[in-house]
């Protein structure tokens, strides 16, 4: 078993490693094209290769998977090094154990936590980066009651397994399956942004078609999902952005995706916000439920937005600062302040649960209802992504997805 | 009926007013005597006088009730008078009318804030003071299906009506009943402290004996509730108290009501703290539920001492200072901040469902478990229980409850 193999190797010495993070791999056999998928509803991008058959990536199953991988913590750009990883063969599966041939990985801002070690999820080191991404079961090992099918698409069931790498052996317990007729870009991203939005949706106040939703960083990755799912819920959205200079650029893209309101986090401190819910008064109903990625006086204002017995559920702390509020709306407007993070959920729930979301995502993922903007980039010009992924617009526009078709 | 009658004066003038708050009735034919109810489960302390038979009271129905009024919103010591108030004769009851003798009234904190104005219940001025007492039934109107039968003792159903008063007359609907077999201290002030530990213990998280409530404010009318109801259940608490020269006697009196342990705010935001779980770890589990009526840097530390998915209740704002709470423990530990009001609750709950609550408060105000110190005075000495009730550190210990038996 790959995984626990390279999990079992104590010293770095230990992987035929390479130096440089842009040293491009001699063996790669994955597509190199770049697309950059733009605008909304782009359900069709892909990243220009299409996965190859199950019998294809079986017939060239090599000895060497290529990852990308970290043996300290500390800045990603001095840590992470692609390097290659033993992996054993296909004839000697165990008999829980599946081959996946790992089609795309993102990189998210956790994956970036997690390699600085300040994220709560905290793998044995060294350890493969990434926590999310999409693969293609290749073989199956001798067990009966086998779940998975050479040719089905899997995800990670947990995280920290570590997901940049172009091969991978591991207990098939460890994956999930996900619709297979999803463009790459989509599926290898479907875990965590959109399952976010979609269970904060769901899981903390029941909403009817009409009701108002409000989030700050409604720019981010769950932030365009929320905007998206919420349209498709028919909710209204208030959705708060810091200001800059293109705002109205943004704002048009926003409401293009489906925001009913873009407002400033300038806007939201003043008192015009009342005006604004006086303008709107026939439309808009006060909001039960507020998404938090901020933090500090942001959070603040989006919870003074709040009608009664509003909910604002903090998913992120962007700002650092920590979320302050009056203790009269918990009194008298019963106000709620609760937290979320898909990690645990998915802990805490049954894997069908689980694969049982991903479907109804899928959904909306193939009637163009949800979209991400990805720009996919091939694991071996691992470098060139990670500076792009950690470019605080891009990433905001363009999630970076590894390639390994 | 009364209570409208009064309401509709739109003038002053029409109160055969009295214009000084220390003025003695002249026609009060209420006890005088003041006991001061110490120490814990002091169950049998009363206030020196027993309540008549409704026959008597009938007898001696008079033609005014005496009440603590006030006109404007403001300090109360300049708004609130003590007036004669028109009172139907028994004769003339309507309906679906009751006549009620009331027997105590307590002075709390927010019927302070109600005077001033700044509380979330405004009655419409002109308004009797009070929103907590109990009362005895002295003659039903003609209705057949009255719930109520002379003798038995009510409390109001909402908020905002005006205890403070020695007769009332108002819609049977409007009071609910309670265990006359009560020491009249305790039974005046049931529905408020009790009610509000009790809900707070039993609505938001699922505990087992053994489990720890920690909780600042610890010495406050709720807190000692908190203290003796979690002894009850078998619940350990960590009660949080401000630091102050006498803290051994204080702390002294907590654990005889049955605090579990008893430490300082300076204790409690200091590196301190986390010996003292070390060191209780065999007996103390990390408390899944906190209590707040404080904010400020008190409520951030409460908030540290929680474990995994704790809930911090805060049901009071002492310090005016926001609840500060950094965004890690939302996500990676499902904290929940949340609120609690008793008139809320009692505002959405079935008369029978808080008749059932009170009830089962009674039988530990019965058996000793619970009690309240507090301190009588004839509503005629109302001035003297205002000032009394407003010494901080006297309120923290003894109630001041207006008597009129």
Request: positive net charge; aromatic residues 6%; glycine residues 8%.
């Amino acid at each position: 078993m790959a995984s626990s193999a390279f999990r079992s190797f104590t010293t770095p010495s230990a992987w035929r490693g390479m130096s440089a993070l842009s040293r491009t791999h001699p063996t790669r056999r994955y597509a190199t094209t770049t697309t950059v998928a733009t605008g909304r509803a782009d359900n069709s991008v892909g990243f220009g290769a299409s996965p190859k058959s199950p019998a294809e990536y079986a017939a060239a199953w090599p000895s060497a998977a290529v990852a990308a991988v970290y043996e300290k913590h500390g800045a990603p750009e001095d840590m992470l090094r692609v390097v290659d990883l033993p992996l054993a063969s296909l004839s000697s599966l165990g008999e829980d154990q599946v081959a996946v041939k790992m089609l795309a990985a993102p990189i998210n801002p956790s994956d970036i936590n997690q390699v600085q070690g300040t994220y709560a999820v905290k793998p044995p080191l060294p350890a493969v980066g990434g926590n999310e991404g999409v693969g293609m079961v290749v073989a199956v090992g001798p067990k009966a009651q086998s779940r998975l099918r050479p040719g089905q698409w899997v995800i990670p069931r947990s995280s920290g397994q570590g997901t940049w790498r172009s091969h991978w052996i591991a207990k098939e317990s460890q994956f999930l399956v996900i619709p297979n007729d999803l463009a790459l870009s989509q599926a290898a991203t479907i875990s965590v942004n959109p399952c976010t939005a979609w269970r904060m949706l769901h899981d903390f106040v029941p909403l009817q078609a009409g009701d108002t939703v409000i989030q700050n960083g409604a720019n981010s990755a769950v932030g365009l999902c929320v905007i998206q799912l919420a349209r498709a819920l028919k909710l209204n959205t208030v959705n708060v952005v810091r200001d800059r200079e293109d705002i109205s650029a943004l704002e048009g893209e926003l409401v293009a995706r489906g925001a009913t309101h873009v407002v400033t986090d300038k806007f939201l401190g003043s008192f015009k916000m009342a005006e604004f819910w006086k303008q709107h008064s026939a439309s808009l109903c006060p909001p039960r439920l507020g998404f938090n990625m901020v933090g500090g006086p942001n959070a603040t204002n989006v919870i003074r937005q709040l009608g009664n017995r509003g909910v604002l559920v903090t998913y992120g702390g962007m700002s650092r600062e920590p979320v302050v509020a009056p203790t009269g709306p918990f009194i008298f407007n019963d106000l709620q302040l609760r937290g979320f993070w898909m990690t645990r959920w998915n802990d805490e729930h049954a894997p069908e649960e689980r694969e049982r979301m991903l479907q109804d995502i899928a959904v909306h993922i193939r009637s163009g209802t949800l979209s991400t903007s990805c720009q996919g980039r091939p694991l071996a010009e691992f470098a060139g992504a990670l500076t792009a992924s950690r470019t605080a617009l891009q990433a905001a526009t363009f999630k970076q997805v590894l390639t390994m078709v």
